[in-house]
Nanobody, 113 residues
Framework: QVQLVESGGGLVQPGGSLRLSCKVSGTNFDGYSVGWYRQAPGKQRELVARLSGIRTTYTASVLGRFAISRDYAENTVYLQMNKLKPEDTAVYYC????????WGQGTQVTVSS
């Protein structure tokens, strides 16, 4: 059974940093792209960043501030978030996409002074 467990969310002041982690169990990364999505209250879930092979894609609002990476040895996906803004406040979800689609339960990120 494939499971994705996110961690690392929390409350941070504007301009601060957080690193989200997504521990994957039940499979490895072969044949999958990995991504982070977020959903703010009253809004649709949106793609934040995706890593497919060696190619990374970011939504425009996080370009230059966020970085996605994965550690094959730890079977973990990371999202480093710097220079956080109040509009980054959302529940962040990890996604594994291939022949099947898997999601984590989400982790809350709140950016507020």
């Amino acid at each position: 059974q494939v499971q994705l467990v996110e961690s690392g969310g929390g409350l941070v002041q504007p301009g601060g940093s957080l690193r989200l982690s997504c521990k994957v169990s039940g499979t490895n990364f072969d044949g999958y792209s990995v991504g982070w999505y977020r959903q703010a209250p009253g809004k649709q879930r949106e793609l934040v960043a995706r890593l497919s092979g060696i190619r990374t894609t970011y939504t425009a609002s996080v370009l230059g501030r966020f970085a996605i990476s994965r550690d094959y040895a730890e079977n973990t996906v990371y999202l480093q978030m710097n220079k956080l803004k109040p509009e980054d406040t959302a529940v962040y979800y990890c996604n594994l996409n291939g022949t099947s689609d898997y999601w984590g339960q989400g982790t809350q990120v709140t950016v507020s002074s």
